[in-house]
């Protein structure tokens, strides 16, 4: 039996930072081959487009997004914990939260997204193969069941979702390509006529909606759970280079890969208002058995290490909880979601609006992040950013009350601004009439926080890291509160 992980978002002792570049890339690979993934390509030809414009759409998303998201892992690199916990050095080691909190919506919404979609074409598997009523009973059952399956991997950590993830890498991509030959018969390239037309009424606009909504969001997904898995490298060992490399590497693949065959059995089982359905009904007799594997299998893989990630980011909200007593919290809330996702909305409405006020309110906090890295050149005081967790006061990443309040206003107006550029079914931005009905959310959400946190900090020393630089020690500022 594994044992139990029992580091919370402590700092990882430089011994126990044992994985590789190679394990990066098979858990960001292995865990998002899965349909909670795959999904994400059913977007773009459900608003309307055709193959080509859905393939440019989702590829251009997602390079875009690595661009920005694959540098973060050299946070936690540094570091040696999670990503929330390291922007302490920015936002202070109270006004940190706010990346846990980001985090953990994140998590949250994929987690319940995967169980959702996982577990509706397992019960349509099951209902073809030995006459499973698809009714409510029917999905509580099977929710439950991933549901319980996700939380024991994510509650016995790291080492085990690693495992995990090596193993789906090989068996999702078998099966995957399985999927390729099974659906190939009914491929198309056209648009699907189901679909109406474009969903923003033009090519241009309903294009930039698909490249935000499923190729941008997959890495702005990562923006805090890189650090989860970085932290566990050690840069003794393993050069920054290396490890960002792999970490380009494992988002492209990990994303492309299953986005592009959600894309191709769209098209091909003519899923224009609903993907898990048409899926399974498309699947010809000998593919049930693989499909109803990588339905199971898959969830579980992703939705663990999402799970893990959000009860990281409650233990990092709430110091006394474990690590494991969190992930439990947190696995009832993510239960809760999928139910309501089931019942009370549409995939295509619920998976846009998600995706995209979390990618408005996301982006200023990473590219803040990321400017905080550049300006003080990757050196941090890894004993001060727990100052927090040990429910102590003072280090050099103190700054005021634990706040630093111009990095955290930046924040607050980038991501209003986000939000008022936003483009959902059910809400409209005003600022939508500037950028000509456009949704640049992303774009000027991140503009606007990293322009702000620029100036308003501007003249300080770079992020208050030259102390730990010098050798002062956090340990010796702190106080116990």
């Not at 570091?79 to 922007?87: E, G, K, P, V």
């Not at 980001?102 to 349509?124: F, Q, R």
């Not at 495992?163 to 099974?182: C, Y």
């Not at 991140?446 to 020393?461: F, I, K, P, Q, S």
């Amino acid at each position: 039996m594994p044992s139990l992980e029992q580091h919370g978002v402590d700092t990882i002792p430089d011994e126990e930072r044992t994985s590789g570049p190679r394990d990066l890339v098979s858990i960001l690979l292995g865990s998002n081959l899965c349909l909670g993934v795959i999904v994400f390509g059913w977007l773009p030809p459900s608003f309307g487009l055709g193959w080509w414009a859905s393939v440019s759409a989702i590829v251009a998303g997602t390079l875009v997004g690595t661009a920005l998201t694959a540098p973060l892992a050299l946070v936690s690199l540094r570091t040696a914990t999670n990503l929330s916990t390291s922007s302490g050095a920015q936002f202070g080691v109270r006004g940190r939260l706010v990346g846990s909190v980001v985090g953990l919506l994140l998590a949250l919404g994929y987690s319940a997204l995967t169980v959702w979609i996982g577990g509706d074409v397992m019960v349509g598997v099951l209902n073809r193969l030995v006459g499973v009523p698809a009714d409510d009973l029917s999905y509580g059952v099977v929710y439950a069941l991933l549901a319980a399956a996700t939380v024991a991997g994510a509650v016995y950590g790291y080492r085990v979702l690693l495992a995990m993830s090596r193993v789906l890498a090989i068996g999702m991509t078998a099966l995957l390509v399985l999927g390729v030959i099974a659906y190939a018969p009914g491929f198309t390239t056209a648009a699907l006529p189901e679909a109406g037309g474009y969903l923003l009424g033009g090519f241009w606009p309903t294009w930039l909606l698909a490249a935000v909504a499923a190729g941008l969001s997959g890495p702005i997904a990562f923006i805090t759970l890189l650090g989860d898995y970085t932290r566990y490298i050690s840069p003794r060992r393993h050069s920054a280079r290396r490890v960002l490399r792999a970490t380009w590497l494992g988002l492209i693949l990990g994303l492309l890969v299953p986005q592009l065959f959600g894309t191709f059995t769209a098209y091909a089982a003519r899923a224009a208002l609903d993907y898990a359905g048409p899926l399974v009904d498309a699947a010809p007799t000998w593919y049930l058995l693989p499909l109803l594997l990588a339905a199971s299998a898959g969830s579980v893989g992703n939705a663990g290490l999402m799970l893990y990630s959000m009860g990281l980011d409650l233990d990092a909200i709430l110091p006394r909880a474990s690590r494991a007593r969190a992930t439990y919290a947190v696995a009832v809330v993510a239960t809760a979601c999928v139910f309501a996702g089931h019942y009370a909305s549409s995939a295509q409405d619920a998976m846009t609006s998600f995706v995209l006020l979390l990618t408005a309110i996301g982006t200023p906090w990473a590219v803040i992040t990321l400017i905080g890295f550049a300006r003080c050149r990757g050196v941090y005081d890894a004993d001060a950013l727990q100052v927090f967790n040990r429910r102590a006061r003072g280090g050099i990443y103190w700054y005021r009350s634990g706040w630093n309040v111009p990095a955290t206003l930046a924040w607050a107006l980038g991501a209003v601004v986000g939000l008022l550029a936003v483009s959902l079914p059910s809400y409209e931005g005003p600022l939508l009439a500037l950028t000509g009905g456009v949704d640049c959310s992303f774009l000027l959400s991140g503009l606007v926080g990293g322009a702000a946190y620029w100036l308003l900090t501007r003249g300080d020393t770079p992020e208050r890291a030259g102390a730990a630089a010098d050798g002062e020690s956090a340990a010796a500022l702190t106080t116990t509160a």
